[in-house]
């Protein structure tokens, strides 16, 4: 069982490119979000989704988009990048948001920096 | 709107000895979710334990358990037979239709 997928692990980008993180996870969870974490900040979070096709911002969306055309993927778009952007990227996912279901599972993380 | 403050940004623990870490945060509501969640160096995101704020008794896992004091909005988790493998990260969270996360605690382990 997978879980949850991020790729890639790492990447190295110049200011101004633009990019995507995937993420891709098996366990049918309608929940899905992005979080950053830098160091004392702890996570913050970017973006959700409660289902396909429905998005919304959390604490720190300004240069990131997000889109769920599927249940199963959640990819990040950096739209151009900053050093501000560099950071550790966490994908997490949950069968809900309420109840039983919503403990999240997260990804391995990606390690990006912006040079 | 809802915060979680851990005030220790770190702590250390002698290995066999028993550990606590704060948690406490701020809420209206009544109903929300608590849990711990590890981060060894791998950067692994691990779950710990959860408690469901409707219930009074605290929640227990092997050698971790908390203390959840809801009307002093407190969370605290305890580490029992502190073990090597132990030493990580540790941050507390908030659920309600979110989650909230404090900014973590980072635990040593001393051989």
């Known amino acids: 069982n997978a879980g949850v997928t991020q790729t890639p692990k790492f990447q190295v980008l110049k200011t101004g490119q633009s990019m995507t993180l995937q993420c891709a996870q098996d366990?049918?969870?309608?929940?899905m979000s992005w979080y950053r974490q830098d160091p004392g900040m702890g996570l913050r979070l970017i973006h959700y989704s409660v289902g396909a096709g429905i998005t919304d911002q959390g604490e720190v969306p300004n240069g990131y988009n997000v889109s769920r055309s599927t249940t199963e993927d959640f990819p990040l778009r950096l739209l151009s990048a900053a050093p501000s952007q560099t950071s550790v990227y966490f994908c997490?996912?949950?069968?809900?948001?309420w109840g039983a279901g919503n403990t999240i599972y997260f990804g391995e993380g990606s390690w990006l920096t912006v040079v | 709107a809802q915060t979680v403050t851990q005030s220790q940004p770190e702590m250390s623990v002698q290995e066999a000895e028993t550990v606590t870490l704060s948690c406490t945060y701020d809420t209206s509501e009544s109903d929300y979710y608590l849990f711990w969640y590890k981060q060894p160096p791998s950067r692994q995101m691990i779950l710990v334990i959860r408690?469901?704020?409707?219930?009074?008794q605290n929640a227990t896992e092997n050698r971790f358990s908390v203390n959840f004091q809801k009307a002093a909005k407190s969370f605290s988790l305890k580490i029992s037979d502190s073990q090597l493998g132990d030493a990580a990260m540790y941050f507390c969270a908030y659920s309600t239709y979110k989650y909230i996360f404090g900014t973590g605690t980072r635990l040593k382990v001393l051989a």
């Open positions: 997490a996912s949950s069968y809900s948001m």
């Open positions: 366990m049918n969870h309608e929940y």
């Open positions: 408690q469901e704020a409707y219930k009074q």
